[in-house]
């Protein structure tokens, strides 16, 4: 076996023991790991850490900043999400009037740490699908840049292809360090990427 075959196929079973593993510690998705992972890596989430959560059904994501010591945390999402310790969770679009001011408000000052997991439902075509995720993500980034502490962080998801490139300036002006990474929870055949941004200049 290649080595590209190989790394394909411990991707696939790597991805394969995270479904269990995630139904095994009780989170509501696989997604958990990723965030996890993206932690392990970057070390985005501090304890007494404040973070609001885009698209944040089913709530994987919310258990993992609980469980990393975040002091307070909202979410929104147009889907309904059952709750999460004690995050504040909107039903709502984050572009739809006065969305911004109710998160900023539930947790009292402004967030350390803004998570994007939007995505777009999926039409099947490649382009598409990565146009429409890049278009949330920037949406996301924008979100951060107006309402991040200094020194805050960013993380979204994108998919792989070629409409990034304003994004990634947006936030190479506005943080010190921008970075693509892909987890290995991320399934092998998935375009998802992540990007990471940190030391949010203010």
Same mark, same amino acid.
């Given at each position: 076996m290649d080595d590209a075959r190989r790394a394909h196929t411990d991707r696939v079973i790597a991805a394969a023991l995270r479904d269990r593993q995630s139904r095994e510690a009780g989170y509501r998705a696989r997604a958990a790991y990723?965030?996890?992972?993206?932690?392990?890596?970057?070390?985005? %989430?501090?304890?007494?850490?404040?973070?609001?959560?885009?698209?944040?059904?089913?709530?994987?994501?919310?258990?993992?900043?609980?469980?990393?010591?975040?002091?307070?945390?909202?979410?929104?999402? =147009?889907?309904?999400?059952?709750?999460?310790?004690?995050?504040?969770?909107?039903?709502?679009?984050?572009?739809?009037?006065?969305?911004?001011?109710? =998160?900023?408000?539930? =947790?009292?000052?402004?967030?350390?740490?803004? =998570?994007?997991?939007?995505?777009?439902?999926?039409?099947?075509?490649?382009?598409?699908?990565?146009?429409?995720?890049?278009?949330?993500?920037? %949406?996301?980034?924008?979100?951060?840049?107006?309402?991040?502490?200094?020194?805050g962080a960013f993380v979204a998801k994108v998919f792989q292809g070629g409409a990034q490139g304003d994004l990634l300036e947006l936030l190479k002006a506005n943080f010190d360090e921008v970075r693509h990474w892909k987890p290995p929870a991320s399934r092998p055949e998935s375009p998802e990427t992540f990007v990471i941004a940190r030391g949010f200049r203010g």
């Open positions: 990723k965030l996890l992972e993206i932690d392990e890596k970057f070390k985005i %989430l501090k304890r007494g850490s404040r973070i609001i959560d885009l698209g944040c059904a089913p709530g994987g994501w919310l258990q993992v900043a609980f469980e990393k010591g975040a002091a307070r945390i909202a979410g929104v999402d =147009l889907l309904p999400v059952e709750p999460v310790g004690e995050a504040v969770i909107f039903m709502g679009d984050i572009a739809e009037p006065g969305m911004t001011d109710k =998160l900023i408000r539930a =947790l009292g000052e402004k967030p350390s740490l803004v =998570l994007s997991d939007m995505a777009a439902n999926t039409s099947g075509h490649k382009q598409t699908d990565h146009i429409r995720t890049v278009g949330l993500a920037e %949406l996301g980034a924008q979100f951060a840049i107006e309402n991040l502490a200094k020194n």
